[in-house]
Protein backbone atom coordinates (compact mmCIF):
# COMPACT_ATOMS: atom_id res chain seq x y z
CA UNK A 1 0.00 0.00 0.00
CA UNK A 2 1.73 3.74 -0.72
CA UNK A 3 2.36 5.66 2.28
CA UNK A 4 -0.08 8.80 2.61
CA UNK A 5 0.58 11.28 5.46
CA UNK A 6 -3.15 11.04 5.91
CA UNK A 7 -3.64 7.04 6.31
CA UNK A 8 -0.89 7.50 8.72
CA UNK A 9 -2.93 9.47 10.50
CA UNK A 10 -6.35 7.89 10.83
CA UNK A 11 -3.78 4.88 11.74
CA UNK A 12 -2.40 6.56 14.88
CA UNK A 13 -5.32 8.16 15.97
CA UNK A 14 -7.06 4.51 16.43
CA UNK A 15 -3.93 2.76 17.28
CA UNK A 16 -3.83 5.93 20.28
CA UNK A 17 -7.91 5.96 21.00
CA UNK A 18 -8.67 3.70 24.19
CA UNK A 19 -11.85 3.06 23.18
CA UNK A 20 -12.36 1.74 19.60
CA UNK A 21 -12.90 4.94 17.84
CA UNK A 22 -15.83 5.13 15.25
CA UNK A 23 -14.90 6.68 12.17
CA UNK A 24 -16.60 9.76 13.19
CA UNK A 25 -14.13 9.50 16.61
CA UNK A 26 -11.11 8.95 14.24
CA UNK A 27 -12.17 12.11 11.93
CA UNK A 28 -12.78 14.63 14.74
CA UNK A 29 -9.17 13.33 16.00
CA UNK A 30 -7.82 13.78 12.62
CA UNK A 31 -9.07 17.21 11.72
CA UNK A 32 -7.05 18.81 14.64
CA UNK A 33 -3.49 17.78 13.02
CA UNK A 34 -5.63 17.73 9.03
CA UNK A 35 -8.06 20.33 9.39
CA UNK A 36 -9.19 20.08 5.48
CA UNK A 37 -9.76 16.23 6.03
CA UNK A 38 -12.88 14.75 4.79
CA UNK A 39 -14.97 12.33 6.57
CA UNK A 40 -15.21 10.40 3.28
CA UNK A 41 -11.66 10.41 3.33
CA UNK A 42 -11.40 8.98 6.61
CA UNK A 43 -14.40 6.11 5.78
CA UNK A 44 -12.17 5.05 2.61
CA UNK A 45 -9.13 4.63 4.73
CA UNK A 46 -10.28 2.94 8.01
CA UNK A 47 -11.33 0.62 5.69
CA UNK A 48 -8.70 -0.06 3.33
CA UNK A 49 -6.43 -0.02 6.50
CA UNK A 50 -8.81 -3.14 7.74
CA UNK A 51 -8.93 -4.65 4.67
CA UNK A 52 -4.95 -5.39 4.55
CA UNK A 53 -5.20 -6.46 7.98
CA UNK A 54 -3.38 -3.14 9.61
CA UNK A 55 -6.29 -2.42 11.39
CA UNK A 56 -9.27 -4.59 12.71
CA UNK A 57 -12.84 -3.79 11.70
CA UNK A 58 -15.21 -4.44 14.55
CA UNK A 59 -18.96 -4.61 13.50
CA UNK A 60 -20.95 -3.63 16.72
CA UNK A 61 -24.45 -5.34 17.09
CA UNK A 62 -25.46 -2.37 19.10
CA UNK A 63 -24.15 0.55 16.84
CA UNK A 64 -21.67 1.31 14.38
CA UNK A 65 -18.61 -0.09 13.66
CA UNK A 66 -15.91 0.64 15.29
CA UNK A 67 -11.82 0.07 14.32
CA UNK A 68 -9.05 -1.30 16.87
CA UNK A 69 -5.63 -1.05 16.33
CA UNK A 70 -4.49 -4.18 18.43
CA UNK A 71 -4.21 -7.50 16.15
CA UNK A 72 -3.29 -9.96 18.14
CA UNK A 73 -6.46 -11.93 18.42
CA UNK A 74 -9.02 -10.85 21.44
CA UNK A 75 -12.44 -10.45 22.21
CA UNK A 76 -14.25 -7.50 23.36
CA UNK A 77 -17.34 -6.50 25.31
CA UNK A 78 -20.15 -3.07 24.69
CA UNK A 79 -21.86 -1.76 27.27
CA UNK A 80 -25.33 -1.25 25.90
CA UNK A 81 -26.41 1.75 27.84
CA UNK A 82 -22.83 4.32 26.19
CA UNK A 83 -21.75 2.26 23.88
CA UNK A 84 -18.23 1.98 25.21
CA UNK A 85 -16.19 -1.24 23.52
CA UNK A 86 -13.38 -2.78 26.09
CA UNK A 87 -10.99 -5.61 24.79
CA UNK A 88 -11.56 -8.96 27.13
CA UNK A 89 -8.78 -11.42 27.55
CA UNK A 90 -9.23 -15.22 28.16
CA UNK A 91 -7.55 -18.18 27.61
CA UNK A 92 -10.12 -20.31 27.06
CA UNK A 93 -10.69 -19.20 23.40
CA UNK A 94 -7.41 -21.14 22.11
CA UNK A 95 -9.03 -24.57 23.59
CA UNK A 96 -12.34 -23.97 21.93
CA UNK A 97 -10.81 -23.34 18.71
CA UNK A 98 -9.09 -26.74 18.89
CA UNK A 99 -12.62 -27.92 19.59
CA UNK A 100 -14.03 -26.48 16.73
CA UNK A 101 -11.25 -27.86 14.63
CA UNK A 102 -11.65 -31.39 15.89
CA UNK A 103 -15.08 -31.48 15.36
CA UNK A 104 -15.17 -29.70 11.65
CA UNK A 105 -12.20 -30.45 10.06
CA UNK A 106 -11.54 -26.74 9.38
CA UNK A 107 -8.57 -24.34 10.46
CA UNK A 108 -8.95 -21.78 12.28
CA UNK A 109 -7.76 -18.62 11.52
CA UNK A 110 -10.11 -16.16 13.40
CA UNK A 111 -12.95 -15.36 15.50
CA UNK A 112 -15.36 -12.80 16.36
CA UNK A 113 -17.13 -12.64 20.28
CA UNK A 114 -18.65 -9.51 21.06
CA UNK A 115 -19.95 -9.95 24.82
CA UNK A 116 -22.47 -6.99 25.61
CA UNK A 117 -23.27 -6.04 29.58
CA UNK A 118 -22.97 -2.49 31.45
CA UNK A 119 -20.03 -1.02 32.04
CA UNK A 120 -19.13 -0.08 35.51
CA UNK A 121 -19.39 3.20 35.25
CA UNK A 122 -23.34 2.75 33.76
CA UNK A 123 -23.66 0.16 36.51
CA UNK A 124 -22.76 2.83 39.49
CA UNK A 125 -25.23 5.34 37.95
CA UNK A 126 -27.95 2.96 37.35
CA UNK A 127 -27.48 2.25 40.96
CA UNK A 128 -27.34 5.39 42.26
CA UNK A 129 -30.97 6.37 40.62
CA UNK A 130 -32.59 3.36 42.37
Known sequence: MKYSRQREL???AVQRHPVH??????????????????????????????ENGTL????????????????????????????????VESTAFSSADHSVEEQTGYIVTGRTVVYSGLCPNCRNHKKAEG
Open 10 to 12: ILQ
Open 21 to 50: PTADMVYESVRMAEPKISLGTVYRNLNLLA
Open 56 to 87: QKLSMPLGGDRFDGRLEPHSHIICINCGQVCD
